[in-house]
């Protein structure tokens, strides 16, 4: 039934693709792909939230992240506190929402770095080859034999305290009030590590893309008829590697979110009382039986974002490789 | 052939010294050293310290010493052998790592178990029945799996069996093998890498279905199960040996959470003991012995890819 629906389809298609040849992209097409995908859709919709609660949050947030209601300590889901609030009297929706900026935060800018770092690296060892090549290699073969959470624990660990006296010194020197709050440094320590352990499989992914494409005959053709380095860069290589990059980039920004979350759990991520979900169950997680939806509340929501972001880049694969959907 | 596994075994060497020259540079670069941590749990026992004697204390176990001294000490106890001793009870490394191996070994193996016995056989049958309800049940299910981190699915078992249904007790320490609580540790560890065994094996077979030799093999009137036995599931595997070579990170990723969970005495514990103390000894010690295990598990995958595939031929 549903092959012979998926036939039809195809089918369709194929009609509109020969009607409207020049209208209809690679990229519209990956977008009808994925619309046409419930569970992607899904996910859209749960990244869309994070998005907004990331960025709108901290406004909508009944009370403020660090407010205590010494009246109201430890109470389940009530009208005036959505989730119930926490040991310290703090309001557990409020604090849902807070953390949704930090992990937001954490995995678009370490992200950015990871993959900005990658990049560079993995098409620098592609182009130029030999040492370069061999070099790079090694750094990658160096930083993933070492177990990604030990590696972004010790960094962690390592980077806070010069970190702190850095920005200690720089409110010292230039007075900032951007360098009087220390909230910065955590997070400045966790985009340090994630950036560092999370590079080598961009550039892996990136170092094998532009090999394997630029054997590819188009690319031979572009080359015959006398395209220049550049436009075969722009209009050739870049375009094809993009659709695994933004896959992996999506499963990248959630594993960043898990990753942010399990620094804060083992006490080297966001220190308190800044608003971390895994610090949040670190915190809690003595209670869970007396207090179970302690743990529970920020427990689903970094299952639910991580699900969402997952089902997002299963769509994109499947949006991306039409070749591989087919199968 | 013997030229190729010396070459890959010559290269393991630098690799690994890099790297522990990597973990050696960042707890040395690192503010908080052993002797900090010993001096404030000895003061929350009324025993204060002062500058003199904290410097005293540094020189004994020669951390005022300069980066390549105190890197060279250590390599050389490292070739006879020795992992040092930890800095914050005196004893030597290596008995301890070496006695969290049989807990941290059979959680691994337990975990391998699982994820063959059910992840082959589940990622063959979400191929056979592609696009059916089935497979979208085993695909979003191991993709859930996939999705969830340790931390917040161990607090999230426990609420459901002990609390709801009560079918257990909390479990804490290490009671052997055949305990429970080995079941639900080595279940949860093996969940990450189950659910990419799951979708490398559909997707392999996906792939390999589509081939002219499976056509052919029908063709001539072999059994289904025939087909896939022994035309499709051979190649289909290959992706997934490739990734068995991140085991060991799954696995340490896990582990740390499970151990502290369930309080195993294993690798993961010995790891966030050795990071809460800065016992730099026991985290060179651990980093070096997983680092090692990935190489070595690297190789034996590239190993294994000639007896898979015969047209992969090392020099």
């Known amino acids: ?327 | 052939m013997t030229r190729y596994l010396s070459m890959r075994l010559l290269i393991i060497i630098p690799t690994l010294f890099t790297t522990l020259m990597i973990v050696f540079l960042l707890g040395y670069l690192g503010p908080i050293d052993p002797v900090t941590i010993l001096r404030s749990q000895w003061a929350a026992q009324g025993i204060y310290l002062n500058e003199q004697e904290v410097a005293d204390l540094r020189h004994q176990y020669g951390l005022d010493r300069p980066f390549f001294a105190q890197f060279g000490t250590y390599m050389d106890n490292l070739l006879q052998g020795k992992f040092g001793y930890s800095f914050t009870d005196a004893a030597p490394i290596w008995p301890r790592i070496k006695r969290s191996l049989p807990v941290s070994g059979s959680l691994a193996l337990g975990a391998v178990i699982i994820m063959i016995v059910v992840g082959i056989p589940l990622g063959i049958l979400a191929a056979r029945f592609r696009n059916t309800r089935l497979d979208y049940i085993i695909v979003g299910f191991s993709l859930f799996l996939w999705s969830i981190p340790p931390f917040v699915l161990v607090p999230m078992i426990l609420i459901i069996s002990v609390l709801w249904f009560d079918i257990m007790n909390v479990p804490r320490g290490w009671k052997g093998v055949w305990h429970p609580s080995f079941f639900v540790a080595a279940g949860i560890i093996s969940l990450r890498s189950l659910a990419s065994i799951i979708r490398q094996t559909r997707g392999g077979i996906l792939e390999v279905l589509q081939n002219d030799y499976v056509r052919t093999a029908r063709a001539k009137g072999l059994t289904e199960f025939k087909v896939m036995a022994r035309h499709v599931a051979r190649n289909a595997l290959i992706p997934v040996v490739t990734s068995m070579g991140l085991l060991v990170d799954d696995f340490m990723w896990q582990t740390v959470f499970v151990d502290l969970a369930f309080n195993f005495p294993g690798l993961g514990r010995l790891f966030t003991q050795g990071l809460s103390s800065r016992d730099f000894n026991m985290i060179n010690g651990v980093v070096l012995f997983t680092a090692g295990l990935t190489m070595a598990i690297n190789l034996l995958v590239d190993l294994i890819y000639p007896l898979l595939d015969p047209r992969v031929v090392y020099d």
């Open chain 1, 1 to 327: 039934m549903a092959q012979t629906d998926a036939a039809n389809v195809a089918d369709l298609q194929f009609e509109l693709e020969a009607q409207d040849l020049k209208t209809r992209g690679f990229w519209s097409d990956a977008f009808k792909r994925m619309v046409r995908n419930r569970l992607s859709m899904i996910g859209l919709g749960i990244f869309a939230l994070l998005a907004i609660t990331a960025a709108f949050g901290p406004f909508l947030a009944p009370y403020p992240y660090m407010l205590q209601n010494l009246d109201r300590v430890a109470e389940g889901p009530s009208i005036d506190y959505l989730l119930g609030t926490d040991d310290l009297g703090r309001d557990m929706l409020s604090r849902i929402m807070w953390g949704a900026r930090t992990a937001g935060i954490v995995a678009i800018v370490s992200t950015m770095f990871s993959v900005t770092l990658g990049i560079l690296l993995g098409g620098v060892a592609a182009y130029l080859g030999s040492w370069a090549d061999w070099l790079i290699s090694r750094a990658i073969d160096v930083t993933m034999s070492i177990p990604q959470l030990l590696f972004a624990s010790l960094i962690a660990a390592t980077f806070r305290k010069p970190v702190a006296d850095w920005v200690d010194m720089m409110y010292a020197r230039t007075g900032l009030g951007f360098f009087a709050t220390p909230t910065y440094v955590d997070l400045v320590v966790v985009f340090g590590a994630l950036a560092l352990i999370q590079w080598p499989g961009y550039a892996r992914l990136i170092r094998g893309q532009i090999l394997s494409l630029r054997e590819k005959e188009f690319v031979e053709a572009a080359r015959a008829v006398g395209v220049s380095q550049l436009k075969i860069l722009l209009r050739h290589l870049i375009p094809n590697a993009l659709g695994p990059l933004i896959v992996a980039v999506t499963f990248g920004f959630g594993g960043a979110i898990v990753a942010e979350s399990g620094l804060s759990f083992l006490g080297v991520g966001v220190q308190p009382p800044q608003a971390s979900w895994g610090a949040m169950i670190n915190d809690n997680q003595l209670s869970w039986r007396y207090r179970p939806w302690l743990v529970a509340v920020p427990g689903l929501t970094i299952a639910i974002v991580a699900l969402g972001i997952n089902f997002l880049g299963d769509g994109l694969i499947d949006a991306l490789n039409p070749r591989q959907a087919e199968s």
